[in-house]
């Protein structure tokens, strides 16, 4: 049967509060396998920061995404070293890199699918600004010359990227679903316009939240009708620090974002049941 796990990403854990307080890796690994998460986010570039997360994490049953930020078909290597030996769902590749021709690209992609082919770990490309897939129309057109790559997500970048407008029209809607195709993972967070991240709780930011639970749920749906019947979809939830988050005049964020950290969860377990109770209808 397939299975939706929820992640909690550890960049997101982070306070930046101007009390100076910090939670340590076992004080979040503790909060987030306590609140029921499946997983978490951590980048996987750094040996030492990858075995301490392993040893923080044994008996509690998460599971890992990891990222990594290759600018080289070659930076891909120790990522998936780290990976065979510290096993993740997969590996969420934001290309840090920002080539101004297809042409050029292309090698790098090319180079990191045979990695991760030779690995024999899925390996996504996550859509993300100022990465190679910072604009929409580039990645589409990359889409043209490799139909199969595999993309991460995170839809947010690209709504605030492009600055739509809103309601977001059929043009713009179809565009999103040529990237959702394409996508075997997700990062959620909700944008506006204007703000890569706003806050899901305030009762006014509602119709961005209905928007992006609109993609989300075409999202799952088309993963759901060509992912194999005991597949796993993996949603990270990534309510980031400020600046992600908007800050207010005391220069802390103006929502819990732990909470809806938790609110957003919700409503990916919903989004999901929903779909698998029209499929078995």
């Not at 930046?16 to 499946?38: C, K, P, V, Y």
């Not at 999202?219 to 309510?239: D, K, M, Q, Y």
Request: proline share 5%; net charge negative; charged share 25%.
């Amino acid at each position: 049967m397939q299975k939706l796990l929820v992640f909690q990403s550890l960049w997101a854990m982070e306070r930046r509060h101007t009390d100076g307080r910090e939670r340590g890796l076992r004080e979040n690994i503790a909060m987030i396998s306590e609140a029921g998460f499946d997983g978490v986010s951590a980048h996987y570039t750094s040996r030492r920061d990858v075995l301490q997360l392993h040893e923080t994490i044994q008996g509690t049953g998460l599971k890992i995404e990891g990222v990594c930020f290759p600018r080289s078909v070659e930076d891909l290597r120790l990522p998936l070293e780290l990976a065979t030996e510290f096993p993740v769902t997969h590996i969420d590749l934001q290309p840090d890199i920002r080539l101004r021709r297809i042409e050029d690209c292309l090698p790098l992609l090319d180079g990191w699918m045979c990695l991760a082919e030779e690995a024999r770990i899925p390996v996504f490309i996550e859509t993300h600004r100022d990465r190679m897939t910072t604009d929409l129309f580039f990645t589409l057109d990359l889409l043209d010359r490799r139909p199969e790559l595999p993309l991460l997500a995170d839809l947010s970048h690209f709504f605030v990227g492009r600055e739509f407008s809103f309601p977001v029209d059929q043009e713009n809607h179809v565009m999103i679903q040529r990237i959702l195709h394409n996508t075997w993972a997700f990062h959620a967070r909700v944008a506006s316009r204007e703000q890569v991240q706003i806050e899901i709780s305030f009762p006014h930011h509602r119709p961005w939240v209905n928007l992006f639970l609109e993609w989300w749920d075409h999202g799952i749906r088309i993963w759901r009708s060509r992912a194999l019947p005991e597949a796993e979809l993996v949603f990270t939830c990534e309510l980031g620090p400020k600046p992600y988050a908007i800050s207010g005049p005391d220069g802390n964020d103006m929502s819990d974002r732990w909470s809806e950290a938790l609110l957003l969860r919700q409503m990916l377990q919903e989004l999901w049941a929903a779909t698998s109770s029209t499929q078995a209808c």
